[in-house]
């Protein structure tokens, strides 16, 4: 279900909604805190929440970290350039030229390229390409879970912030009723066992209101944490945004097979586990380039020292060659690392397959939330209406005389719990609309691509 959309002038980083701070992480720059906005709605938060949520920052990061390491790997597809220098002082009983001499310097530039190594070099460059792709769609589950977890806390703000409304209005509703038992306890028409039960009624009331206004309380510090907000002002403590939105109820159709079906092709963790599967294939034949040779080509420059301790009596010259090496018995240490390699994959594979069966379970267990939900948000859309009506027949009838005070109580009870439960109905449907779309791998409404 879509909550309603408010627009309103965007404020600079918004979601300080509930009171910005310092946003820091290892190496990352302190963001400047701002004003708690006076107004803060869904959109805002989404996309507040994509840039400052630690699960979505860090998940970031693991591809900076990717970056390098496939930097590094490709580092051996290329020819490397090293320069050497050395100079020496010795006594010339330990020198090793002829004729002796008490030093001696050399200076190299060389060139070398990898032309063969069993398929290693090429294994592990794509093996790594493969774990960077794996490492994006990491990122793309990491926000789909944490706008999931987003929604689920604004939706708990909005309930929250409804609730306190339902009780106080309760409380009004009883206040009023004591008042007038008072008024005709007072002109001697009731007994005061009546003006006792309305005291008593209206004293239970503040309890839930009481609670509400916690649970409110408590519901921003969990949007505040899924935001990635911390805050160290004494204002940004005190001051609460207006929250903009209402948990309405606006009917959604899924199918359970085409549910199954996005699921499988959308989800990012799914695509995630495909993707280091396919890099640990690549792993194994890195693994095995290891019982093969290689063979690499060089070039370069040298200048040594000559038969006198002038620097411009030095030899230089260019070199140019082929070099091999190719371990004939390494002690299996190569098979071993084929072995380990083999494992990996195979280990990657069951976690595909247990993913998979575990996306097509949550997609089953929010398609029957749903269905839930919607059931729950149907049968509750009347009966506050009706809640309200039997008020106030019970309360004409108690001043018709007629009725009794037990019944305009229990009147207002029922009407007290009919809309708690439509609330939390709405809810509940909000919320099982958003866990069915991460399920299926949906991008939540408000991120562009």
Do not use: C
């Not at 690499?296 to 040298?302: D, L, N, V």
Request: hydrophobic share 40%.
């Amino acid at each position: 279900m879509k909550p309603a959309r408010h627009h309103f002038s965007p404020v600079a980083a918004p979601l300080a909604a509930l009171a910005l701070g310092l946003v820091t992480l290892q190496g990352a720059e302190p963001t400047p805190q701002q004003p708690v906005p006076d107004q803060l709605d869904l959109p805002t938060s989404i996309r507040f929440a994509l840039d400052n949520n630690f699960a979505i920052r860090q998940a970031r990061e693991r591809i900076k970290q990717q970056d390098g390491v496939v930097v590094e790997v490709s580092a051996r597809a290329i020819p490397t350039v090293a320069a050497n220098a050395a100079y020496q002082l010795n006594d010339q009983e330990l020198s090793q030229s002829f004729p002796a001499s008490d030093r001696t310097w050399a200076i190299s530039l060389t060139a070398s390229q990898v032309i063969y190594a069993g398929g290693g070099v090429r294994s592990s460059v794509k093996s790594s390409t493969l774990v960077r792709d794996a490492a994006l769609l990491d990122l793309k589950a990491a926000i789909n879970d944490a706008l999931l977890g987003v929604r689920t806390a604004f939706y708990g703000v909005l309930l929250s912030r409804e609730k306190i409304t339902v009780q106080e209005k309760n409380l009004d509703l009883l206040q009023q009723q004591l008042k007038n038992v008072t008024d005709r306890f007072n002109a001697g028409t009731v007994s005061s066992f009546e003006k006792l039960r309305g005291e008593v009624a209206v004293a239970n009331a503040k309890v839930p209101l009481i609670t509400a206004r916690n649970d409110y309380r408590l519901a921003i510090e969990t949007l505040r944490q899924s935001l990635g907000f911390t805050t160290n002002k004494q204002e940004s403590l005190r001051k609460i945004p207006d929250f903009i939105g209402t948990l309405d109820y606006t009917p959604v159709s899924f199918e359970l097979q085409s549910a199954f079906t996005a699921a499988q092709v959308n989800r990012p963790e799914l695509q995630r586990l495909a993707k280091l599967t396919s890099a640990r294939e690549e792993s194994v034949t890195a693994a095995k380039s290891g019982a093969k040779p290689t063979v690499s080509a060089f070039g370069g420059w040298q200048l040594r020292k000559g038969g006198t301790n002038s620097f411009g009596d030095s030899n230089d010259g260019w070199l140019v060659g082929v070099q091999s090496q190719w371990a004939i018995f390494d002690g299996r240490a190569t098979a071993g690392r084929v072995s380990q390699a083999r494992s990996v994959l195979e280990q990657t594979k069951l976690t595909l397959t247990e993913a998979q069966l575990a996306a097509e379970v949550e997609v089953r267990r929010a398609f029957s939330q749903w269905q839930q939900a919607t059931e729950l948000a149907d049968a509750s859309k009347l009966v506050t209406g009706q809640a309200e009506e039997s008020v106030r027949l019970a309360n004409a009838r108690y001043n018709a005389g007629t009725g009794t005070q037990l019944d305009v109580l229990s009147a207002q009870v029922d009407l007290t719990t009919a809309r708690t439960n439509q609330l939390q109905a709405y809810y509940a449907y909000n919320v099982a609309v958003a866990s069915l779309r991460k399920a299926m791998g949906q991008a939540d409404e408000f991120v562009t691509n």
